[in-house]
Structure formats: structure tokens, C-alpha cells
């Protein structure tokens, strides 16, 4: 039996980072999208303002699209061999 360190280091790196990614900055990039968007629409910190700004508030809501996009595609990524089992359907190569 021969147990690799360097290569179950590695792996948990990997799965570190991923966390981090998805744990911490999609909250993060949710966040700046709400703040955009309230920007946007000139409310800021509970205060109404004369000032609408749209293209701060496209880019909130487009910070949004991206947001349940990575969602979508995460569970997606998980549930691909059922899908490819049930439906046929073959996500990410997951017939292969």
C-alpha cells in the first residue's frame, strides 16, 4: 500500500480553494450586487436620493444573473450522472 502525502495535500487544497470560492465569494459578489442595485435606485444606507443611476443597477442585477447562473451550474454538476441516468442526458460529459 502506498499512501501519496503530497497528492492528498494537493487534493485538499483544491477543495480549500473551491471552498473558499463558492462559500465566501458568492456571498461576496451577492453582496456588491445589492449594494450596486440600491445604488441604482438611489437609496443608499435607508436615505432617498433624486439620483437614479441605471447603469449601476444593470450592473447589480447582472452581478445577480451571474450569482444563480453558478448556482444553476453547481447543481447541475451534482446531480449530472442522475440526470444522465434518468433522461439520458449528457451534462459536462458525464456519459463518458
Known amino acids: ?3 501519496d502525502i503530497a497528492e492528498m495535500g494537493m487534493a485538499a487544497l483544491r477543495v480549500l480553494a473551491l ?3 463558492f462559500g465566501a465569494g458568492l456571498p461576496a459578489l451577492f453582496a456588491v ?4 442595485q440600491s445604488a441604482g435606485t438611489g437609496e443608499m444606507d435607508g436615505e432617498r436620493s433624486a439620483f437614479r443611476r441605471p447603469a449601476l443597477l444593470v450592473s447589480g442585477y447582472a452581478i445577480f444573473a451571474i450569482v444563480v447562473l453558478v448556482a444553476l451550474a453547481a447543481v447541475l454538476w451534482i446531480t449530472r450522472l442522475s440526470i444522465y ?3 439520458g442526458i449528457s451534462l459536462f ?3 463518458q
Not at 450586487?33 to 450596486?36: F, S
Open 85 to 87: 441516468h434518468y433522461f
Open 1 to 3: 500500500m502506498n499512501i
Open 93 to 95: 460529459g458525464a456519459g
Open 33 to 36: 450586487g445589492m449594494r450596486l
Open 19 to 21: 471552498g473558499l470560492v
